[in-house]
């Protein structure tokens, strides 16, 4: 049997060779988007943490944290997920806010 010099490969062997040069297209992954909490003057501060345990399934404690740094920065990032369930959170924790009379805002925004 005669090998080719450059590539070692027999007659047989073009389309071993053929597959092993195709490229593989890179996935790209799906954009990621945070979910704040803003700050305000009327929500209780009771109030944005049931609503840290219930809709984030934080613990009391991470929720009291994450509700204190709403207060004295203006904002948190309270998760981040992908475009459709960071929609759905702002969308159950404004619903919830409204329900109960509070002002309370909560957005999202891509993660650079």
Not at 25 to 44: A, E, G, M, S
Not at 48 to 61: K, S, T, Y
Request: aromatic share 8%; with cysteine.
């Amino acid at each position: 049997m005669h090998l080719d010099p450059i590539t070692m490969a027999g007659p047989q062997d073009d389309d071993d060779i053929e597959l092993l040069t195709k490229v593989k297209p890179k996935t790209k992954r799906p954009p990621l988007y945070k979910v704040l909490l803003l700050n305000d003057d009327f929500t209780p501060m009771e109030f944005v943490v049931h609503v840290l345990e219930r809709f984030f399934g934080l613990n009391h404690a991470q929720a009291f944290e994450i509700m204190l740094v709403v207060h004295k920065k203006g904002l948190a990032v309270v998760g981040v997920f992908s475009h459709e369930i960071a929609e759905t959170k702002v969308a159950q924790v404004m619903d919830f806010a409204r329900r109960n009379q509070h002002p309370l805002q909560c957005t999202m925004e891509k993660e650079e």
